[in-house]
């Protein structure tokens, strides 16, 4: 029953903000991008580097893992490793990046109990992590355009998996416009604009030709 009396203007707690989520990206390396078939490989790359950029104007923490860099998968690809210049990448042979103590601490350094995450393959890289990380009380949100299978069923079924445990499934854009959430924010507002026209797609045009006709301000 709602009480009248003790609704407020306020967000849920289960929003996204800058200051209560980190971003984990696990495994988008070429020989993971290889076996993948799930869906279009070009838009899967797409969103990464989107997902990347919307952590990067917010400022939120970001954990880059690999699997096997240098004796099978090859390393971080370069659009995303781009977005963080300098920043260490966490590489394991576990396939369950919970496994490997190096990157359970930098998960823990973020100081962060929200943990959004995206890597291939969906139904191991991602499901390890992300049921193992919500069995000791984080909360899981898993970027679904973000990440990619070895097959269409083997995405979705690894999807419904993580969800009946209690993950929740996002997208990128979801992701970068939860950060924002209110176009009166100006000092992130360009910022986000740009990552919409760089990887929104259409929405990016609408962007663009919005701010041809009516100013660069429109798109809010």
Same mark, same amino acid.
């Given at each position: 029953?709602?009480?009248?009396?003790?609704?407020?203007?306020?967000?849920?707690?289960?929003?996204?903000?800058?200051?209560?989520?980190?971003?984990?990206?696990?495994?988008?390396?070429?020989?993971?991008?290889?076996?993948?078939?799930?869906?279009?490989?070009?838009?899967?790359?797409?969103?990464?580097?989107?997902?990347?950029?919307?952590?990067?104007?917010?400022?939120?923490?970001?954990?880059?893992?690999?699997?096997?860099?240098?004796?099978?998968?090859?390393?971080?690809?370069?659009?995303?490793?781009?977005?963080?210049?300098?920043?260490?990448?966490?590489?394991?042979?576990?396939?369950?990046?919970?496994?490997?103590?190096?990157?359970?601490?930098?998960?823990?350094?973020?100081?962060?109990?929200?943990?959004?995450?995206?890597?291939?393959? &969906?139904? +191991?890289? $991602?499901? %390890?992590?992300?049921?193992?990380?919500? #069995?000791?009380?984080?909360?899981?949100?898993? !970027?679904? =355009?973000?990440?990619?299978?070895?097959?269409?069923?083997?995405?979705?079924?690894?999807?419904?998996?993580?969800?009946?445990?209690?993950?929740?499934?996002? &997208?990128? +854009?979801? $992701?970068? %416009?939860?950060?924002?959430?209110?176009? #009166?924010?100006?000092?992130?507002?360009?910022? !986000?604009? =740009?990552?919409?026209?760089?990887?929104?797609?259409?929405?990016?045009?609408?962007?663009?030709?919005?701010?041809?006709?009516?100013?660069?301000?429109?798109?809010?």
């Amino acid at each position: 029953m709602v009480d009248i009396a003790e609704v407020t203007a306020a967000p849920s707690p289960d929003l996204l903000t800058p200051d209560n989520c980190a971003v984990l990206f696990v495994d988008h390396q070429p020989q993971m991008f290889f076996g993948t078939g799930s869906g279009d490989r070009t838009a899967i790359i797409n969103a990464t580097v989107g997902l990347a950029k919307a952590a990067k104007v917010f400022d939120v923490p970001t954990v880059l893992s690999t699997v096997a860099a240098e004796s099978f998968s090859g390393p971080l690809m370069p659009q995303l490793a781009d977005v963080f210049p300098g920043q260490k990448i966490v590489d394991r042979s576990t396939m369950n990046a919970w496994e490997d103590e190096a990157f359970v601490e930098a998960v823990k350094a973020t100081g962060r109990k929200k943990l959004v995450i995206a890597g291939l393959w &969906t139904e +191991v890289c $991602v499901v %390890l992590p992300a049921l193992s990380a919500l #069995a000791q009380g984080y909360e899981v949100y898993v !970027v679904t =355009d973000a990440s990619g299978g070895v097959s269409p069923q083997a995405h979705e079924h690894a999807v419904q998996r993580m969800v009946q445990a209690g993950v929740v499934p996002v &997208t990128w +854009v979801q $992701v970068l %416009l939860e950060l924002q959430r209110d176009w #009166a924010r100006a000092e992130t507002y360009m910022p !986000v604009m =740009d990552v919409v026209k760089e990887h929104g797609g259409t929405y990016g045009l609408g962007v663009v030709y919005a701010q041809a006709f009516i100013g660069e301000h429109a798109a809010g």
